[in-house]
């Protein structure tokens, strides 16, 4: 699969409503202070843990891995070019949190096995692991046909995952996060245009650029949609 570079490239993922309600929400599932040590796997441009890093002034940087370096990645942290298994294998600290958003999907289930089994043995005591994912029923994205249908196979195989990682994580809890994404049409169109979800890194020019007339007959200038991900959390 080509790489996903555009997710978070000045996006409503990474606007500062959506980060300000996202660190919001993570308020609630732990409590983070000067001392805590904080792990993204799969951070983008780690705009969650720089906002963090920013609020909370860790004395130990937080640390984002990704297999990509893009260019704008947040420079108050420590970015790791990883992938999960590999980072976690050597590394030997201890974190509060382990946050792997939205990145799940893009690993077989054997390897979602061994990175649960290796985040878990990093958490410090009462650490927190939370797994962000697209909600899978029902979701509100808005797609043409040949996306929509590439996004619901993509989380038919996500249900699958979801069930591997709640059997890893014992007496895991179950919650949601949503933020309401109001955007031009105009603007979401360029999110296309850029491929910004996994699903759309496959499809041909051709097929893209039908999709987009499609949007342009379909919406108005302005889109409004709740963007919902599930919540599992783990505790040590
Ligand atoms: C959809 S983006 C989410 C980025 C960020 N977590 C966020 O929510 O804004 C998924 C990210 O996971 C990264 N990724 C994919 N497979 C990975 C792996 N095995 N280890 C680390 N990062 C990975 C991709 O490069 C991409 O930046």
């Not at 890194?201 to 409004?224: A, Q, T, W």
Request: glycine letters at 2%.
């Amino acid at each position: 699969m080509k790489k996903l570079k555009n997710w978070d490239n000045k996006t409503w993922l990474s606007s500062k409503s959506y980060i300000s309600q996202f660190n919001r929400f993570l308020k609630t599932k732990i409590n983070l202070n000067k001392n805590s040590k904080i792990l993204d796997i799969g951070c983008g441009r780690a705009n969650i843990i720089s906002s963090l890093q920013q609020k909370y002034k860790f004395k130990y940087k937080a640390i984002g891995i990704d297999i990509v370096k893009n260019k704008n990645i947040k420079k108050n942290i420590i970015f790791k070019k990883n992938n999960g298994i590999d980072f976690l294998r050597k590394d030997k600290k201890n974190y509060d949190l382990i946050l792997v958003k939205q990145t799940i999907h893009f690993l077989s289930p054997k390897k979602i096995n061994l990175l649960l089994k290796l985040a878990k043995s990093r958490l410090a005591t009462s650490g927190k692991l939370l797994i962000f994912s697209l909600k899978t029923k029902n979701n509100k994205i808005p797609c043409f046909k040949k996306m929509k249908n590439k996004l619901e196979s993509s989380l038919k195989r996500d249900e699958k995952l979801l069930k591997i990682i709640k059997k890893n994580l014992k007496n895991n809890k179950k919650s949601y996060f949503s933020f309401i994404v109001k955007i031009t049409l105009k603007k979401y169109i360029k999110m296309i245009e850029n491929r910004y979800m996994s699903c759309l890194l496959d499809v041909s020019n051709k097929d893209l650029f039908n999709g987009i007339n499609e949007l342009n007959s379909i919406y108005n200038d302005r889109i409004k949609f709740k963007d919902t991900l599930i919540c599992i959390e783990y505790k040590k």
